[in-house]
């Protein structure tokens, strides 16, 4: 009955005054607190009333309005304007996802909220767009009203602190200030308002023209900063330092132009960087701090991503449509993280636990294919609001509106981390846009948006360098060493620093290590003496160079090509699963690349820029490269000679006096760096240096099929098709497409890529010894060749249309991408494997701290390299036949400490009781067989301490006149021979030793 009269009052005050409506309907969105607020059922709410009630006035005015004759082109127009398109089309899809739901109630249900949010979104651009400064009252309305709602939550601390009543939402954390929600039922989600409404706040302070609404806007500010603290919110806080950040980019770049970019970068860098270093020590007060504040139930934390893992998972069932729009719950709780998370939180399983992220629970829920509309939604809104940002001329507006566009931003961010799927969120969404679209005429022509955003150089490069800084620094340092080479590469870094010797490299003992040069290394021991001994010190130099060779590869594209051929290359580079996958770990092959692309870009800059400076840079950067892996190195020059010798023969290019003095440089270049620490080894070691470095490492490699790495000619044509995936089948048209161009145009960028890629190719397919990370180098080429090759595609497909073409090209640019990420998805093992060393790693480490490094280990067939990294004492590495003998003759005093398999361990236990499990991680055990003497000496000591005790207890029973019992006694006497027994055994045992 409530629910009726309620719906009945909002329909008549909906129709008897819709402007004031909208007024309620904010005031309503705030109104969150089931406790406070649900009618009938938890979730119904008044504000949820009051949209369907909304939505039914909405769409009865839409109805009245068709006319009969221009009906279908009336619903043309509509569905033409992209915001109406995007809107309706996640509707639609989200409808169509629910062929998977598993909830199907609760999946109509939460389709019928977005519904009436959609109807109304449509409803607010049809009748505001070009009414801003309505739409900035609704904004105002919205800060007085968060205002209010932060007074109230100092009323709610006040009460709580005073008489320890809680009332509305407020979270007592013992030990800590309790965090504030007002009225809002998810403390996070009033955190977010705040943090989105801020920015808009702190902006009105500035450009207000009354000074006295400046005071009042300041002393507004104050206390919703205060309140947005005492909320706890870790995404919260992500929400407000993303807008401030965004913010801040857009108004140095529409200021000073790309430099502000650089110039924001350079500054959150400087700011970040010591903040980092200072909560990466544990003991720092800063880090104490930060964990008080913002991690004090770490249970929290990690349930957030084990639900975000979750999302993830059911994204890989139901990759293209979804799990079903609102079915996360059901869907999540079939997943593998599905009983940890429900370890950690019980109470999870008495609730429809959400996704706490809107990412997450899009991916989960709709599939790769809602998500890309969804993205494509939050991409039209804030590229949309930016644009107008840089196009409108009054300062005032263009604060506001840069302010309204970081806070969305902002949301997308902190989204990852959280759902702020409610009522206030699409408000704010559809408040900020059509404000900053009424400050533009009301209507955007999306031609003249999307040809702005396709021609910008700072965004496509942005855009390229997050997805790898995310590809590529994302959980860097989670997975332990894999053996080879990585763990050896690792210890020897170790080494350097532990024994500050970095002319001669050392593995294993005191012998001097001549497999590669050092540079890798002394650049590697730096990272490690910023960020520790650990995973991440030893793999950030390959993370980075892996980060500036997609840099270069896009400034190689845009020079040879344009920048979107930089631009599609770069990507096809980061997405090429073993580039990835060696980018992130510690070995030398992709520095080793970047050096040598390094060198072909400064090489290429000469080119246009008649300077010996630019020769030189190309010749430090080749001798770099052969400081990294020796000969290797020496690819630049072939390259680059090869190259000059085809401009000679070809008469594109004459000798001079000039050219000779650029080789000289050049030449002189790589020399002065790779030859000092060469001469130095040579002086030391002589033709041991020489047999071993140049003999053993270089030329048997490459003549021998040595370690078993002999394998035929061909065989890197099967380790790109595996590598490259989808890029492989583009790079086969791209291929004869070059070839084309070559004998047609005589292309000398074509030319010049493909001397790249077939002197790689050739050399490591001629040397007998092939690893799969070899052919590392040839990555680059490659990825230019087919970043080219699909330009080209794309515009021959572009020319042959005349309607639509701007729009159609930023769909196939954005397909391109989503293409990419889903399948580098779909393979993400390839580039991400599991932890397959962990278990070993984790036991090593644990026998250190159990034993202590001066007992031998016996190591069941674990990894040479794995130990020496992981732990410092003696070793043995066994077999299990080995092991059982140890075991076997063990001897009366000898103890084993040994890690080997749970199966094996299960067999020797069976044959040796007194084994002790020490610790087990998956399949693997450390174990110890004590010594019988251990035992005996502990039995014995035993003994004697019981008989010590009733010798005492009959001398006092003696004192006090007392009779102690005859079964003491009886129990001394027994006592007395076991201990005899136990002497002579022991007496047996270590003459036996002898």
């Known amino acids: 009955m409530i629910l009726i009269v309620l719906f009945i009052a909002s329909l008549i005050l909906i129709f008897s005054n819709t402007k004031l409506s909208i007024f309620v309907l904010i005031l309503l969105s705030v109104s969150l607190h089931k ?65 998977n739901s598993k909830n199907l109630f609760s999946s109509i249900s939460l389709l019928g909220f977005f519904g009436t949010a ?79 409404i801020l920015p808009i706040l702190g902006i009105l302070i500035l450009v207000s023209k009354k000074f006295s609404h400046k005071i009042t806007y300041f002393f507004m500010f104050i206390p919703m900063l205060a309140t947005l603290a005492l909320t706890n919110s870790r995404s919260a806080w992500i929400l407000a330092f993303v807008s401030f950040f965004v913010f801040v980019v857009l108004f140095l770049v529409q200021n000073i132009g790309k430099k502000g970019l650089l110039l924001a970068l350079f500054g959150l860098t400087l700011v970040v960087s010591p903040l980092i270093y200072e909560y990466h020590i544990k003991s720092s007060p800063f880090r104490a701090s930060v ?56 109470a999870g399983l008495n609730v429809r636990v959400p996704a706490h992220t809107i990412w997450g629970e899009v991916f989960a829920e709709t599939g790769i294919i809602g998500f890309s509309l969804f993205l494509l939604f939050f991409l039209f809104i804030i590229f949309s609001m930016i644009y107008i940002s840089f196009k409108v001329s009054d300062k005032r507006e263009k604060l506001l509106i840069m302010s309204m566009a970081s806070s969305v931003v902002g949301f997308a961010v902190a989204g990852i981390f959280y759902s ?57 340092g989670k997975n332990h060493f894999i053996p080879w080479d990585e763990a050896i590469y690792a210890k ?32 590697s021991t730096l990272f490690m003496k910023l960020v520790g001994i650990t995973e991440l010190g030893s793999r950030l130099l390959s993370a980075v160079s892996g980060f500036f ?43 080793l690349s970047f050096f040598i692309t390094l060198s072909l870009y400064f090489y290429l800059i000469s080119w246009q820029k008649r300077s010996p400076v630019y020769w030189i840079l190309s010749g430090i950067s080749f001798g770099l490269a052969v400081m990294t892996k020796n000969m290797i190195g020496l690819l630049s020059p072939a390259i680059i000679f090869s190259f000059e010798f085809y401009l000679l023969i070809s008469k594109n290019k004459k000798l001079s006096a000039g050219t000779f003095v650029n080789y000289f440089l050049y030449l002189v270049g790589g020399l002065l760096i790779f030859m000092p620490w060469h001469i130095y080894m040579f002086q030391k070691f002589g033709n041991d240096f020489i047999q071993n470095y140049l003999g053993y490492h270089v030329l048997t490699r490459a003549t021998t099929g040595i370690e078993d790495k002999g394998l035929p000619f061909f065989w890197y044509l099967t380790v790109l098709k595996v590598s490259m995936r989808i890029w492989f089948i583009a790079l086969l048209g791209a291929i004869p497409y070059g070839l084309y161009r070559i004998f047609k145009e005589k292309s000398k960028n074509y030319i010049f890529l493909f001397i790249w890629i077939l002197l790689v190719f050739v050399l490591f397919s001629i040397s007998k010894s092939k690893l799969v990370w070899y052919i590392i180098p040839i990555y680059p080429a490659l990825a230019l060749l087919t970043g080219h090759f699909i330009d080209d595609a794309i515009n021959i497909v572009l020319s042959k249309i005349k309607v639509g073409r701007v729009i159609l090209k930023f769909l196939l640019y954005f397909l391109l991408i989503d293409f990419g990420l889903f399948y580098l998805f779909l ?77 094996r361990f299960n067999g020797f236990l069976k044959v040796y009781p007194r084994l002790s499990l020490v610790e087990q991680d998956k399949e693997w055990v450390l174990a110890i067989l004590p010594s019988v003497y251990e035992l005996d000496t502990k039995a014995l000591s035993g003994v ?41 055994k022991i007496d047996i045992g270590l003459k036996s030793d002898l």
């Open 291 to 346: 964990r008080q504040y913002l991690h004090y139930r770490i249970d929290s934390f990690d349930s957030h991503f084990l639900l975000l893992r979750g999302a993830l998972q059911v994204f890989e069932k139901y990759p293209y449509i979804g799990g079903g729009y609102g079915s996360f719950f059901e869907q999540f709780s079939k997943t593998k993280v599905a009983p940890e998370y429900f370890g950690r939180d019980p």
């Open 549 to 591: 060779t997609v840099l270069l590869v896009y400034l190689i594209g845009k020079k040879m090509f344009n920048k979107r051929v930089g631009f599609v290359s770069a990507f096809i580079l980061i997405t090429t699963s073993q580039f990835l996958y060696y980018s992130r770990l510690g070995m030398l092959d992709v520095t």
């Open 827 to 903: 393979v993400r093992g390839l580039a991400y494997p599991a932890d397959l060393t962990g278990s070993q790693a984790n036991l090593l480490q644990r026998k250190e701290k159990e034993f202590g490094y001066v007992e031998k280990l016996y190591a069941d067939r674990i990894e040479l390299p794995l130990i020496l990294y992981y732990q410092n004492g003696p070793f043995e590495i066994v077999d299990f036949g080995p092991l059982k003998r140890k075991l076997a003759n063990a001897g009366y005093k000898g103890r084993l400490i040994f890690i080997t398999k749970e199966s």
């Open 420 to 476: 702020y799927n409610s009522e206030f969120f699409w408000l704010i969404l559809f408040f900020y846009f059509l404000y900053a679209l009424g400050r533009y005429g009301g209507k955007i022509n999306l031609n003249e948006l999307l040809s702005k955003f396709l021609g910008s150089e700072s965004l496509s490069l942005t855009l390229v360098l997050l997805l790898s800084l995310v590809l590529l620094f994302t959980a860097l």
């Open 944 to 984: 004697q301490g019981e008989i010590a005790g009733i010798e005492d207890k009959i001398k006092t029973d003696a004192k006090d006149g007392k009779v102690t019992k005859a079964k003491i006694v009886e129990r001394l006497f027994y006592l007395r021979d076991e201990n005899l027994r136990i002497s002579k």
């Open 118 to 196: 959609v109807i109304f979104g449509i409803f607010l651009y049809k009748k505001f767009s070009n009414e801003p400064d309505k739409i900035l009252s609704h904004i105002k309305f919205y800060i007085f009203l968060v205002f209010g709602l932060c007074l109230f939550a100092f009323a709610q601390l006040f009460v709580y602190l005073k008489f320890g009543f809680i009332f509305g939402a407020l979270w007592n954390v013992p030990g800590h200030l309790p965090r504030l929600g007002a009225t809002f039922w998810d403390v996070n989600h009033f955190a977010g308002l705040l943090a989105s």
């Open 35 to 99: 406790e406070f607020f649900s009618i009938y059922k938890w979730d119904v709410l008044p504000v949820r009333i009051f949209m369907l009630a909304f939505s039914l006035y909405i769409l009865f005015f839409a109805i009245k309005s068709i006319k009969r004759k221009v009906f279908f082109q009336q619903i043309k127009n509509f569905i033409s304007d992209p915001f109406i398109f995007l809107l309706l089309g996640l509707l639609l899809f989200r409808s169509i996802s629910l062929i």
């Open 492 to 523: 020897v870094s170790k080494n350097i620093l532990t024994t500050n010797e970095y002319g001669v490299l050392k593995w294993f003992g005191n012998d001097p290590w001549f497999e590669k040069p050092p540079l890798y290394f002394w650049i």
